[in-house]
């Protein structure tokens, strides 16, 4: 599989409107504030932006971030300017020829950005542990529609394991299938390409992350796939797709259900481009000032990680009452817009 996406990705792939899908493209509304990031990014690097999702977590200064299968650099170009001068940011990929564009672009960015702080790595994502990366030195990894391109997931996810610092965070965004997808769409080479012949039934990815440590997943956002062309949607018969963001965090004690400690958070408005509300999780959106009750491993997520100083935290875990009101264990995702066929990725 790895010929089929070196070759998809390094020769058939040109810019974005060669994607035959909105798979791997980015359908999220961009913020105001990062609009003025993107706009001090090459444009030669935008056009060549494969990714299904926004990858940047709040509060990501002097940060060091490693970005998995970062292709031509624009995630990694982005990140760089919120981690700041104090940060770091890695990019990794197999691709010489994504990498080529990525690093010939580095000079122009630093002119731009007024620091140097990004650097990239030839290698596969399923052996992290052969490009000398320390362990437990990053505080946020990130990818953007490539976990469901490996052949081997769970190399992946043990190996991001092994570099996060405790506390730590993967924020990505990948494709998700609402069943095992079938052997004839995974051998597929261009559904394969296009993200959806590797993608993980979503019950699977959840049992994927709790093998390698992130016992409590956490969705943000999540879109139905519009198959824009009509082969294709006939290949893939009745098999529905998402985009979906989670964050994982590599925390000791976490717990496998969420319980309830009458535990609450108020939130402190002093988030970067947050001040208002925080929105943590596609269940928890925080207001600031007001007190918000939460489960142990919820907060556990904000107080033993870079989130602790904005938030009060109320309560203990001396008291237990029982499971937390639960989110259900039905398909996390939202379906109500799902089709086959619609509109060519923006």
């Given at each position: ?239 529905n797709f998402v985009s979906a963001t989670y964050r994982l965090f590599k ?96």
């Amino acid at each position: 599989m790895h010929e089929i996406v070196q070759d998809y990705y390094g020769n058939q792939l040109k810019h974005t409107d060669d994607l035959k899908t909105n798979a791997c493209c980015d359908t999220n509304v961009t913020p105001s504030w990062l609009k003025r990031l993107l706009s001090r990014i090459h444009p030669e690097i935008l056009s060549r932006y494969y990714g299904c999702g926004l990858v940047c977590p709040p509060l990501l200064e002097g940060c060091r971030v490693l970005d998995l299968g970062c292709g031509s650099g624009r995630d990694v170009y982005l990140l760089s300017q919120l981690v700041g001068a104090s940060g770091e940011v890695i990019g990794v990929d197999m691709t010489d020829e994504q990498l080529t564009v990525a690093n010939k672009y580095q000079d122009f960015h630093s002119d731009v950005f007024g620091y140097k702080n990004v650097s990239f790595l030839k290698g596969y994502i399923e052996h992290l542990d052969k490009l000398n990366l320390e362990p437990n030195s990053f505080d946020v990894i990130v990818s953007n529609c490539v976990v469901n391109l490996s052949p081997d997931k769970d190399a992946v996810l043990n190996g991001i394991n092994l570099l996060l610092k405790e506390g730590g965070e993967f924020y990505f965004s990948d494709v998700y299938a609402d069943r095992r997808v079938p052997t004839a769409v995974r051998n597929d080479p261009v559904l394969y390409g296009e993200c959806l012949g590797g993608a993980l039934y979503w019950n699977d990815f959840l049992q994927l992350a709790r093998r390698h440590g992130f016992v409590d997943p956490r969705l943000v956002t999540d879109k139905p796939i519009l198959i824009t062309n009509p082969e294709l949607a006939l290949r893939i018969s009745d098999l529905n797709f998402v985009s979906a963001t989670y964050r994982l965090f590599k925390l000791k004690n976490l717990e496998t259900s969420s319980e309830d400690y009458a535990q609450e958070v108020i939130y402190l408005g002093n988030i970067p481009e947050h001040a208002d509300q925080f929105i943590f999780d596609k269940y928890h959106n925080i207001e600031r000032g007001k007190k918000f009750p939460v489960s142990g491993n919820t907060w556990r997520m904000l107080h033993d990680t870079r989130y602790v100083n904005n938030f009060n935290f109320i309560g203990d875990f001396s008291g237990h009452l029982g499971i937390f009101p639960s989110y259900g264990s039905n398909m996390p995702f939202d379906t109500t817009e799902n089709s086959k066929i619609g509109s060519k990725c923006c």
